[in-house]
């Protein structure tokens, strides 16, 4: 059972709109949540860390949970081209401390 | 402030051959992670170090050794590399296992031929 999926395809967004990621988890336990992103051929920086329920702001991002529907989204505001990366949604399993990822969104901005 | 230093940053081996992959961090972390990332497969943990002197096995430890040589390195070794180990391959670290983020290196790029 994969514990963190996220199912969407390469997200595809004009400059300047919305860009939205989304990510679903098995582990109810699961108390701390990241995005990270990746630009091709290089390694993951952390960008957005998220421990309660609710949103979280930071600059043009924003990082939202739900541990009742367990699920973490992000947002991008104001999408510029150098956001066009993968993100990767990951969270720390309940009792053993460690990050889990999921596989990554893709995320285009076309200017 | 150089964060997390991992070497080589590409290699080429043949199947049967050994290598070891260094990794160094220069934050006083207590923990660090050895991964590999491969296409469609996401980030898979292969061990992982608590703190100094105690190693783990993570999602996918066959076919590799790790060695926490002091606090501040940790080593992924292939004793005979097959080509299901081509693959990028990161080491991170964090201030403790929990809840908070990790620090990656640049990675290794590993070709098995």
């Known amino acids: 059972q994969k514990e963190v999926e996220q199912n969407s395809g390469p997200l595809s967004v004009p400059e300047g709109a919305i860009a939205s990621l989304n990510c679903t988890y098995s582990?109810?336990?699961?108390?701390?949540f990241f995005w990270y992103r990746q630009y091709s051929g290089k390694s993951p920086e952390l960008i957005m860390s998220?421990?309660?329920?609710g949103d979280k702001e930071d600059g043009r991002f924003t990082a939202q949970l739900n541990k009742a529907s367990q699920y973490v989204s992000l947002l991008i505001r104001d999408s510029q081209p150098s956001d066009s990366a993968t993100y990767l949604c990951?969270?720390?399993?309940?009792?053993?401390?460690?990050?889990?990822f999921g596989k990554g969104n893709q995320v285009v901005v076309i200017p | 402030n150089a964060g997390v230093t991992q070497t080589p940053k590409f290699q080429v081996l043949k199947t049967g051959q050994s290598m070891t992959l260094q990794c160094a961090q220069d934050m006083n972390h207590n923990s660090m992670y050895w991964y590999r990332q491969d296409p469609g497969m996401g980030l898979r943990l292969i061990y992982y170090s608590a703190s100094e002197g105690t190693t783990d096995k993570g999602e996918v430890p066959n076919g590799y050794n790790v060695s926490r040589l002091n606090k501040r390195e940790f080593s992924l070794r292939l004793e005979s590399a097959a080509p299901s180990q081509t693959s990028v391959y990161f080491c991170?670290?964090?201030?403790?296992?929990?809840?908070?983020?990790?620090?990656f290196g640049s990675g290794t790029r590993l070709t098995v031929v």
């Open positions: 582990d109810r336990g699961s108390q701390s």
């Open positions: 998220i421990y309660s329920n």
């Open positions: 990951a969270l720390v399993y309940y009792g053993n401390n460690r990050l889990a």
């Open positions: 991170a670290s964090s201030e403790a296992t929990g809840p908070y983020g990790y620090t």
